[in-house]
């Protein structure tokens, strides 16, 4: 089951990461995505590749603890997570960001192509949680009571 959420958390991290990139490139969203190397002063004047390997990977965690939380609310469809906490990770993302102030005006300011990308990546995310969490769930109710090589 690790195994599975260290390989969503990569493809996850990845497309995120090349979405913010191409994002970016298409001027689609107004702020640079590796600005936090100045604003947090963390790799400020290394490499641009070496910037975006480090925001992967600062990704890939974040995605793989989401990954094993979310695993355990089976309760509630996976669209109706991701939309509410993609979502809101994105609105408070920009808002940090652009620091907004609290207006209905500053709504005019996020950006979609954004918002929708990290939805995207957060129900592909908790989708595949909740299927592997039932599917291990449904796999251990239908063991055998005997070994596979015995012949009855």
Do not use: C
């Not at 990845?14 to 969203?29: G, N, P």
């Not at 089976?74 to 906490?85: E, G, Q, R, Y």
Request: no cysteine; hydrophobic share 55%; glycine share 2%.
């Amino acid at each position: 089951m690790f195994r599975v959420a260290i390989y969503t958390s990569i493809a996850a991290a990845l497309f995120l990461t090349l979405s913010l990139s191409t994002l970016s490139f298409f001027k689609f969203i107004q702020w640079n995505p590796l600005d936090y190397t100045e604003r947090f002063n963390i790799l400020p004047n290394s490499h641009g590749l070496i910037q975006w390997l480090f925001l992967a990977f600062v990704l890939f965690i974040i995605i793989i603890i989401f990954f094993l939380v979310m695993q355990y609310v089976a309760l509630v469809p996976a669209f109706i997570t991701s939309l509410v906490i993609g979502g809101v990770i994105a609105l408070i993302i920009e808002w940090f960001i652009y620091e907004l102030p609290a207006e209905l005006n500053s709504f005019t300011k996020l950006s979609l192509p954004f918002i929708i990308t990290v939805i995207v990546t957060a129900r592909f995310v908790f989708e595949t949680a909740n299927f592997h969490y039932r599917a291990n769930l449904h796999e251990k109710e239908n063991e055998l009571p005997y070994k596979d090589t015995v012949i009855k």
